[in-house]
């Protein structure tokens, strides 16, 4: 197991340095000069002169690159040029309500699509799979924030239910922050569960083929176990491994549903910062959400190792 | 034996619904086993001796599937039950062994746990009592240090060892039949002597009927008791083991042992072949099922569907002209003709 | 003369009859696939409203009308107008019309690109190393924010979209490529090929990449309908396509802010967008089953 750890993580740093490459060279490659692109076109010739200096970019661009590296790898990932604060407790502030609209939205999604798909499986080729796979195929085109223009539409509108929108935190109570959250966490988990319904009835039906699942059955074992026990808990693995991949378009869809619902999160966050030309921001959020794919995805393959024994032992 | 058969299967049709249309696998299959009798069932791929097997634990998908006629487990025809009443009956009264032994086990759980669970489902022991009943068995299976087994996965063990498990599964609960499908054939010839020799022992001990469903008919001569052939969903000949073997009636028999390599055989004269290839399902003949293959086939046999009759007492044979064929009345005219 | 090209004449009319009957046998089949077909014929539908639809009325995208502002659908606009009084119907179209541009733009550069990168790492190992690691690290970014970033680098303008969205989904297409062909290239007739000193080249575009085709064409269609809903989430942050320039994304912006009093600027841009997603992710499907009726699956395994 150890082994498997160790390999998992090794396996992750050619990732992040692809990863860093990319968002170095966004700034640092840039038509132009990046101290004139960060202060804009109005920017004086001694401001842009003071800039390069400061962000070091008269040295020759590897040892740019190395420099910067080592402080985003010792958690230095530069100050906002627009509030003077570190990025990273920028991001942190910022990511807070991300990251609780995101476990929401996915904890909705799993808890409606699992059964679905489990449900879809288990009456293949009937009304119930048909109904529930074309409403999995229209969930997977109906964009999260346009869920939430809707849903803002009829709760607030046709409906007359205020507030809609608005964030309280989590210090506020549970109870009032999973209140707010709750019209985005749907409007985001819907496409979530879309998905994992459509990922789940195909898994399902793949495990259901092996012969195991009849030897199950030929022990005398009741339906229930031979679902639950003997399909589901290995249909798990294809499960989880799209839950890691989509980590991304759920980051992705939440930035763009906070914008809806006026949270105070990372879409706010990277909207107001391309305004503000705040490019530390930018990339220092485009850098994190990366380095949280990976970590994700990380922690999903060593899920696999608990799951499956022969992930664990392989090698 | 005794009078009245562990199983005892009457006139069963099993019906598949495919998108190609309605298939009939099984069409008209009757056959018994008397109680701690063992009885083989022989057919290539493709006979229904599989789907016959399953038709009696009943694991075939419902939805697809029709079933005529009746399977009588100790007078309780299988088909009209519930499923909450087959679930009793699987693992704990009738318990089946399958060929594929890799994929036969769930990768996820223990052996010792997927034991345990077969004697749980029955609800008659605590988990501590289930795990010494599981020991007990797997150590009966005669598996090199049974407890360290326990604790493995599936993927850790060998073909033979896997198999060793699935019978410790099947038989854990002690049923009174035991179908074994073709336990064997995915094996190397070493550890399949092993394991019908493990069969046949634990039959002995737990005093069990066996249906032992293969296509090798010279294992059928080794362990069992009575056989029944299989052709397209039909049984052809039924027998006691020694009238087969002394005198097989139908062709296609004939046909199956003439195929079988024995020791006697020149390795430098090519084996005998059945000629021909078994039709589709789709397209069963009008007569004879095997009348296109058969070297004694003649109008009547290709128009009329002969029935499963008595040849002697205890041997019965689907065929027009088994008399004749018995008697060397007929040529293999067919044959003889393509030969020369 | 005669006698010998005669045959030969029929020999080759005859391979065209056949090649004529199998290709009627495969349409018959596609129509066969109801999915298939529904997703297609929305698609076309779709399509020929957002290219011919604008000439039916004698607005235009751009025309300003203050007095009529934000006013519900009529006969005369038949979606209602916006803030500015311009006609959503026409708006929605034109914005239909940039989405599928979009959408198709990145779904043909990254099947390019993807096709190329995915059947050479297939071949040789040492590339798939180099490659695979950076189709990882670029999948691990979130397409939107990759975008946000390039574009507030370069300038908001349709190619810079396009662009992004290419870099982010070809690692999307590569990925089914490439596990296509590694499927392929252990197959013992491209053994033999090699055996035969076929070239590389020849190997990989004659015999490898024709297997790859159905795959690829299903994810083409996701990654089609993917880009559109990302440029749509672009334009609605309202770092997309620049303003006053329509797409179905900004018009929802602008709609957002009069969510309460104009419903019709949300209702029917969010409409298209469902339409047209829900065909090509339908058209996905049913190709799926069409071409591959075996797979069950959308998205690649690693």
Redesign the interface.
Known sequence: MIQYVVKRILSLV??????A??VFA??HL??GDPAS?ILGPDASADDIRQLRDELGLNRPVPQQFASWLGNALTGDLGTSIYSGTPVTSVFLDYFRPTLSLAIFAQIIGILVAVPMGVFAALYRGKWMDGALMSFA??G????S??MG??L??FF??FLNWLPVAGYAPLSEGLGTHLEYLLLPAISLGFIQAALIT??TR?AM??VMN???V??????????A?VVI??TL??AFI?IL??IG?TF??L??GA??VE??FNIPGL?QL??N??ER?D?PV??G??LL???G??LINLFIDLIYGV????VR?DQ | MSASPIIDIRNLRTHFHTEKGRVTAVDDVSFHVGRNEVLGVVGESGCGKSVTSEAI?Q?LNPEITDFEGEILFDGENLLALD??RL??????DI??I?Q?TT??????YTVGDQII??LQ??GRQSRQEAARTALEMVKATGIPSPEKRLSE?P??LSGGMRQRI?IA??LV?RPRLLIADEPTTALDVTTQAQILDLIMQMKAELDMAVVFITHDIGVVAEICDRVAVMYLGQVIEDSTVESLFDAPLHPYTRGLMQAMPTIESDPAEDLYTIRGRVPSLFDVPTGCRFAERCPYATGKCRAEAPTLEAATDGHKVRCWHWKAIAAGEMTESEAELQAG | MTDTSRPDHDLRAAKTRLKNEQRALTLRRFMANRLAVCGLGLTVVICLLAFLGPLLTPHGPLDINPIDRLQPPSAEHWMGTDNFGRDIYVRVLHGTRASLLIGFSVALLSSLIGVAIGLYSAYFKLLDHVLM??T???????????A???????GPTTRNVILTLVVVYTPLIARVVRSNALVVKEQPYIESLRALGSSRTRIIWRHIFPNTVSSLIVQASFVF?VAI??E??LS????GIPAPHPSLGNI?YD??NV??SA?WM??FP?AM??GV??GQ??LG?GLRDFLDPHT????S??
Request: charged share 15%; aromatic share 8%; glycine share 4%.
């Open positions: 050619p990732v992040l340095g692809v990863v490459v990319v966004l700034v840039s038509p692109v195929l229209v997977i085109s109906v964009p924030f346009l223009l809707l803002i539409l607030a509108v459509r990922i195909a039906l793949e092996n012969a195991y009849k030897t199950a059955r030929a022990k005398g074992l009741s339906r176990t026990k003997h808990r290995n294809p491994e799209i991949q991304t378009t980051i992705a930035v763009v914008f809806v879409g990277i909207v910062s391309v030309r490019f930018i990339q959020t485009v959400v990366a380095f794919y990976v799951v499956d024994p022969r032992l | 634990m694991l499923e909450a679930a009793r009956i699987r693992g704990n318990s089946m399958f594929d994929s036969s086990l769930n990768p996820l669970e077969a489902a029955h996965y993927h850790e699935m599964m099947a609960c | 690691r950076i990882d690290g670029l999948m691990a970014f979130p397409a939107i924010l990759l946000i970033s390039v574009i507030a680098v370069f309908a809903i990302t749509a989430m609605f942050l309202g770092v929802l709609g957002k969510i309460t419903w949300t209702v969010g967008i469902i997603v829900l992710n339908i499907d069950n699956k959308a998205v395994k690693r």
